[in-house]
């Protein structure tokens, strides 16, 4: 399977619906992200189970604004309607791959209960304890 356009409009429906959803934030003009492009295009080829979405930043502005997007590509993954990876920078092919097992290797119903927990307390929600900035990328 190919990877998919998203857009302000079908972004909510796309991440939080049901599997993995693998978003990469790009623009036409970022080095790095023409570099990663064919590198997440082969994985969408590879892993037709897996959703493969594209977010132009150029052309979604509010949404990456929205997103707190700075630096891209950013990628983004979520399972089952909750975000468990967000990272700044181009990652490798095997690290691609690699994040997409550990994904499908997550316990949904132990990340159901830390937000849970979480939101009890009145505390953090889930994205701080997986936000991972680092990595090179364009900046905004």
């Not at 409009?9 to 492009?37: N, Q, R, S, Y």
């Not at 997440?40 to 707190?68: C, H, I, M, W």
């Not at 092919?93 to 979480?118: C, F, G, R, T, W």
Request: include cysteine; proline fraction near 4%; charge should be negative.
């Amino acid at each position: 399977m190919s990877t998919i356009d998203l857009t302000t409009d079908k972004f909510e429906e796309t991440v939080l619906g049901d599997g993995i959803v693998i978003v990469d934030f790009w623009a036409e003009w970022c080095g790095p992200c023409k570099v990663f492009g064919p590198i997440f295009e082969d994985a969408a080829e590879e892993r037709p189970e897996v959703t493969f979405a594209k977010v132009n930043t150029e052309e979604e502005q509010q949404l990456s604004a929205e997103l707190g997007i700075q630096g891209i590509p950013t990628i983004m993954a979520f399972r089952d309607g909750v975000q468990v990876f967000r990272q700044s920078g181009a990652l490798p092919a095997e690290a691609l791959e690699d994040l997409v097992s550990q994904i499908e290797k997550l316990d949904m119903d132990a990340v159901h209960a830390e937000i849970a927990k979480h939101e009890a307390e009145g505390g953090h929600t889930h994205d701080d304890h997986h936000d991972h900035e680092h990595g090179p990328g364009c900046q905004h």
